[in-house]
């Protein structure tokens, strides 16, 4: 009687093990992030915060000293390692390049009557450069139209020093570090709405802040003690319960202006709303160069420049 064939013994070598998966510098930052957070070691020097940003914003008593202090700031652990690992561990289309990795300060003429706020430096951006909106293409489009309007020298923004400067024109951010995600929490930017008060104090002759936005709308509202008066009709009289709320914020929406209250003996300003000029944006067309410049055409008139 003919045997049935047994299974061949079981072998024990183990399968090849699959290629390993590519972990990109922007992946292996935000994994170290985690990591660090979940063991915090006690010899960093961003375990604990320990920067005081009204403070240190509040003491400069001009542009130049707050642009200096800007990039020592420390108040946010998770924003300086993010920004740092970063600027260490650089794509291969930047090896070469030394990052600037910190808090970036504040940009333009500091007799600026225009301000334009954005939401925070890019991680390959300003994070690599060192100023606001420069070496990405976000700052491509917004330089090139500052530039057709009369407000730039140049429409080109690669480096500092590269020669640009701007007429008029002050380029600040709602964040200054670069986020994880282009995502500040609501805590990073609060830290960071010291230092876009304290330029708003020293621009004196201030008349027209461009937001390009929802944060960046938001983050410019909070600046300031009232609600812009258009943020709600008058409650009537004859019903006090309504009286004593709380007047809405003014919402966002592109091309809408708003008057923003500031104190006695300032110039009067006008709030002025503008999709952000991320590619996103721009190359879905929710913002054309028209429709930027169209915005600029109109600070420019509102500023007297």
């Given at each position: 009687?003919a045997?049935k064939p047994?299974a061949?013994?079981?072998?024990?070598?183990k399968a090849?093990?699959?290629?390993?998966?590519?972990v990109t510098?922007g992946?292996?930052?935000?994994?170290r992030?985690?990591?660090?957070?979940a063991s915090?070691?006690?010899?960093?020097d961003?375990?604990?915060?320990?920067f005081?940003t009204?403070?240190?914003a509040?003491?400069?008593?001009s542009?130049?000293?707050?642009?200096a202090l800007?990039?020592?700031c420390?108040?946010?652990?998770?924003?300086?390692?993010y920004?740092?690992v970063v600027?260490s561990?650089?794509?291969?289309?930047?090896a070469?390049?030394?990052?600037w990795?910190?808090p970036?300060?504040g940009?333009?003429?500091p007799d600026?009557?225009i301000?334009i706020?954005g939401?925070?430096p890019a991680a390959?951006?300003?994070?690599?450069?060192?100023?606001?909106?420069?070496?990405d293409?976000?700052?491509d489009?917004?330089?090139?139209?500052?530039?057709?309007?009369?407000?730039a020298?140049?429409?080109?923004?690669s480096?500092?020093?590269?020669?640009?400067?701007l007429?008029g024109?002050?380029?600040s951010a709602?964040?200054?570090?670069?986020?994880?995600?282009n995502?500040?929490t609501?805590e990073?930017l609060?830290?960071?709405r010291a230092?876009?008060l304290?330029?708003?104090?020293l621009l004196k002759?201030?008349?027209?802040v461009?937001v390009?936005?929802a944060?960046?709308h938001?983050?410019?509202l909070l600046?300031?003690?009232t609600?812009?008066?258009e943020?709600?009709?008058p409650?009537s009289?004859?019903t006090?319960s309504?009286a004593?709320k709380r007047?809405?914020?003014?919402k966002?929406?592109?091309?809408a202006?708003?008057?923003l209250?500031?104190?006695?003996?300032?110039?009067?300003?006008?709030l002025?709303d503008?999709y952000?000029?991320?590619?996103?944006n721009?190359?879905?067309?929710l913002?054309?160069?028209?429709?930027?410049?169209?915005v600029?055409?109109?600070?420019?008139?509102?500023a007297?420049?």
């Amino acid at each position: 009687m003919a045997k049935k064939p047994t299974a061949p013994p079981a072998s024990d070598e183990k399968a090849p093990p699959k290629p390993a998966r590519k972990v990109t510098p922007g992946a292996l930052a935000k994994a170290r992030i985690v990591a660090e957070a979940a063991s915090p070691s006690p010899s960093s020097d961003t375990a604990a915060p320990g920067f005081d940003t009204y403070a240190a914003a509040t003491a400069c008593d001009s542009l130049t000293a707050l642009e200096a202090l800007i990039p020592t700031c420390s108040a946010c652990p998770r924003l300086r390692s993010y920004c740092q690992v970063v600027a260490s561990e650089k794509t291969k289309r930047f090896a070469s390049e030394e990052f600037w990795g910190r808090p970036v300060p504040g940009f333009g003429d500091p007799d600026a009557r225009i301000l334009i706020v954005g939401l925070a430096p890019a991680a390959l951006g300003a994070n690599r450069t060192g100023r606001l909106f420069t070496g990405d293409r976000s700052g491509d489009f917004l330089y090139a139209a500052l530039h057709r309007v009369g407000l730039a020298s140049q429409a080109e923004s690669s480096a500092r020093g590269d020669g640009l400067t701007l007429r008029g024109v002050y380029i600040s951010a709602a964040g200054r570090c670069a986020p994880p995600d282009n995502r500040p929490t609501p805590e990073e930017l609060t830290s960071c709405r010291a230092f876009l008060l304290r330029e708003l104090a020293l621009l004196k002759n201030l008349r027209v802040v461009i937001v390009l936005g929802a944060i960046a709308h938001e983050a410019l509202l909070l600046s300031f003690p009232t609600p812009a008066p258009e943020a709600e009709p008058p409650a009537s009289t004859s019903t006090p319960s309504k009286a004593a709320k709380r007047p809405k914020a003014v919402k966002f929406a592109h091309g809408a202006t708003f008057p923003l209250p500031r104190e006695p003996g300032l110039q009067a300003l006008t709030l002025m709303d503008c999709y952000h000029v991320s590619q996103q944006n721009t190359f879905t067309g929710l913002l054309t160069p028209a429709m930027l410049d169209q915005v600029l055409q109109q600070a420019r008139t509102l500023a007297q420049l």
